[in-house]
C-alpha cells in the first residue's frame, strides 16, 4: 500500500505545472486527478488489509493533493470544512 502511495505521489509531482495553471478550472484539475492519480493509488487496493494507519495515510495524501491542486499553502489558516 505505502509503495501505491509513493507512485501515485510521483504522478502528483510530475503534474505541478497542470496543478498550477490559472486557467484550467478546478472542475477540470479533480477530473485528472480523479483519472491519473486516484487510477495509480487504487490499483490493486481490493487485496489490501485496510488497517487504521492506512487510512490515515491515505487520508493524509488526499488532503496533500487537494491543497497542491487548489494552490493552498501549509502556512496558510483553512479548516477542513
Known amino acids: 500500500m505505502l509503495r501505491r502511495v ?3 505521489s510521483s504522478v502528483v509531482s510530475s503534474l505541478q505545472r497542470i496543478w498550477k495553471c ?4 478546478t472542475n477540470t484539475k ?7 492519480v486516484m487510477s495509480v493509488l487504487l490499483y490493486g487496493a481490493e487485496t489490501w488489509t485496510l ?3 492506512y487510512v490515515g495515510t491515505l487520508e493524509a495524501f488526499h488532503m496533500k493533493c487537494q ?6 499553502h501549509w502556512w496558510d489558516h483553512i ?3
Open 6 to 8: 509513493g507512485l501515485a
Open 22 to 25: 490559472s486557467y484550467l478550472s
Open 30 to 36: 479533480v477530473h485528472l486527478y480523479q483519472a491519473l
Open 51 to 53: 488497517l487504521a494507519a
Open 67 to 72: 491543497r497542491q491542486m487548489l494552490n493552498i
Open 79 to 81: 479548516t477542513n470544512a
